[in-house]
């Protein structure tokens, strides 16, 4: 079991930057694949970054490849998610998810716990 602390949520400007942190308590950070899920207000929560456990592989959401970046830190046991060329459409409260199952990375359904979110906000 891990406990995941999201940080970093906040208002910004279209076309602004914003860095999210999730820092993690517990047992064998290294083990964990690490996701990053959001969920606007009436809509389902959906994907949008993961890394493998050692970092080596990376997978983005189309609607948000190219803008953001994931990386981990297994040292510092935290795994950030960089955001640039933000969109109003990137409005969400993002979630920081941690996954030792296998199965695909894209579904929520295999992330075995979760951070409480943390808001942003992209203003137009």
């Known amino acids: 079991q891990v406990q995941l602390v999201e940080s970093g949520g906040a208002l910004v400007q279209a076309g602004g930057s914003l860095r999210l942190s999730c820092a993690a308590s517990g047992r064998s950070f290294s083990n964990y694949a690490m996701g990053w899920f959001r969920q606007a207000p009436g809509k389902e929560r959906e994907f949008v970054a993961a890394?493998?456990?050692?970092?080596?592989?990376?997978y983005y959401a189309d609607s948000v490849k190219g803008r953001f970046t994931i990386s981990r830190d297994n040292t510092k046991r935290t795994v950030v998610l960089q955001m640039n060329s933000l969109k109003p459409e990137d409005t969400a409260v993002y979630y920081c998810?941690?996954?030792?199952?296998?199965?695909?990375?894209?579904?929520?359904?295999?992330?075995?716990?979760w951070g409480q979110g943390t808001q942003v906000t992209v203003s137009s």
């Open positions: 998810a941690a996954r030792y199952s296998s199965g695909s990375y894209f579904q929520s359904s295999n992330y075995n716990n």
């Open positions: 890394i493998s456990w050692s970092g080596s592989s990376t």
